[in-house]
């Protein structure tokens, strides 16, 4: 089987873009749609984004995502990043990636 | 549009069966469309896929899971079911209902509210 990698945390400042990675380990990133996850603390995980880059009603343009075939990765983009963003954002593939918290200062 | 929502103890002893269950509103659980599964967090960490179940009762299970799981479907109740034996203190987490959108394990949406069991004596 196969892992998902994230960094474990970054920080941007309101109104900065951030980029949050997700690494596969083996097999390659395209061969499974890769969904990313927002989760406030004693919440839920809510989808911001689903099948590599689509964005459900009500999620902000300010996300998106894509994957990138030569470094078999995904990558969820925040731009224009709000108080209200700080977040534990998880890649899925299948399998979870480990979680990465976003902090906004 | 689907809501999903987990009940059950809370808290379970050592060694027992944890068993919970998730009701279906706003659809049918014998939709065709959908698959049902289940979902854990232990406090602090990342997020595991338990397994799921079809409505025909057909289940798959996270192979480092599947001795002690167990994933039932009741259509009349429009509930499915969780039962994990031997539960140990590793056992302790938020675990989730969810709709899998992708096949049986991949975009789930959308998710119960969570429901925190406590394995302790």
């Known amino acids: 089987n196969f892992m998902l990698t994230q960094p474990h945390s970054v920080s941007e400042s309101p109104g900065k873009t951030v980029t949050i990675s997700c690494t596969r380990s083996s097999g390659s990133i395209a061969s499974n749609y890769v969904q990313w996850y927002q989760q406030r603390p004693g919440s839920a995980p809510t989808t911001v984004i689903y099948e590599d880059n689509q964005r459900p009603s009500g999620v902000p343009d300010r996300f998106s995502g894509s994957i990138d075939s030569s470094s078999n990765s995904a990558s969820l983009t925040i731009s224009g990043l709000k108080t209200e963003d700080e977040a534990d954002y998880y890649c899925q593939s299948g399998v979870f990636g480990g979680g990465t918290k976003l902090t906004v200062l | 549009q689907l809501q999903l929502q987990e009940s059950g103890p809370g808290l379970v002893k050592p060694s027992e069966t944890l068993s919970l269950t998730c009701t279906v509103s706003?659809?049918?659980?014998?939709?065709?469309?959908?698959?049902w599964g289940w979902i854990r967090q232990p406090p602090g960490k990342g997020l595991e896929w338990i397994g799921s179940?079809?409505?025909?009762?057909?289940?798959y299970y996270n192979p480092s899971l599947k001795s002690r799981v167990t994933i039932s479907v009741d259509t009349s109740k429009n509930q499915f079911s969780l039962k994990l034996s031997s539960v140990t203190a590793a056992d302790t987490a938020v675990y989730y209902c969810a709709t899998p959108r992708d096949g049986i394990d991949n975009w789930f949406d959308p998710w119960g509210q969570g429901t925190l069991v406590t394995v302790s004596s």
């Open positions: 179940i079809y409505y025909s009762g057909s289940t």
């Open positions: 706003g659809g049918s659980i014998s939709s065709s469309s959908y698959y």
